[in-house]
């Protein structure tokens, strides 16, 4: 599987953007970008997913760079209740990969 | 509320005993897969199944099994139980396989004393 890197961990103000990077550098073309998090005491929850495009749902953007080797998920109002562990993961949609291989991630600290 | 139920949510046992976690997918979810959470090896993917059928091992050891009933619940047995198999076990679901999302349960926490 190709692999991911993360920062171990950011921080951030409440009520203000958040911007959280994945290097993906060996990613190939059957690679979707996966984010998922995990709030604590609670199992990893789904974030968002993407392919080559910009990507938005109610809870964040996923903005993908124009060569595929990075990608970027957006808080785009931190609350204290963002504060987790952010996992950007790769996932095979030709159908060889079908579990999740999760990495350490980034550790999201939110300051009131 | 993911709408993946796992029980128990605490577990507590001693060396050499084997139990049993029950999970229970999302209505409609076909796949169920397994993982395990400790703090040295942080969230490892165990096995998948597609509606009654293994379809996915990974660092699964030979003391465990799984299996998925018809009502596609799922459970997961762990034998001979060692100090280090004291971790969190997640249970995920999803429509079917491949890329969709996974949906996970709030897990079964083991201590092994």
């Known amino acids: 599987d190709a692999k991911t890197t993360q920062p171990n961990s950011m921080e951030s103000n409440e009520e203000e953007p958040v911007h959280l990077p994945c290097n993906h550098s060996t990613i190939s073309g059957t690679d979707y970008i996966h984010w998922y998090r995990q709030l604590p005491s609670q199992g990893p929850e789904y974030v968002i997913h993407g392919l080559t495009s910009n990507v938005n749902n109610r809870m964040a953007s996923l903005a993908i760079a124009e060569d595929r080797k990075s990608s970027t998920l957006i808080l785009h109002r931190a609350t204290l209740r963002d504060a987790a562990v952010y996992y950007c993961i790769l996932r095979d949609f030709s159908g060889s990969a079908r579990q999740l291989t999760f990495g350490s991630g980034t550790q999201l600290t939110v300051l009131p | 509320d993911s709408g993946v139920t796992q029980t128990p949510k605490h577990l507590i046992t001693a060396t050499g005993q084997r139990v049993t976690l029950r999970c229970s997918p999302r209505?409609?979810?076909?796949?169920v897969y397994w993982y395990q959470q400790s703090l040295d090896q942080g969230l490892q993917f165990l096995i998948q199944y597609y509606n009654g059928e293994e379809r996915a091992k990974g660092n699964i050891l030979e003391r465990f099994s799984a299996q998925q009933f018809p009502d596609l619940h799922s459970e997961l047995n762990l034998s001979s139980l060692e100090l280090g198999d004291s971790a969190l076990y997640f249970c995920?679901?999803?429509?079917?396989?491949?890329?969709?999302?996974?949906?996970f349960g709030d897990g079964t926490r083991l201590s092994i004393l």
């Open positions: 209505s409609g979810d076909l796949s």
């Open positions: 995920a679901s999803s429509v079917g396989f491949s890329n969709q999302p996974q949906h």
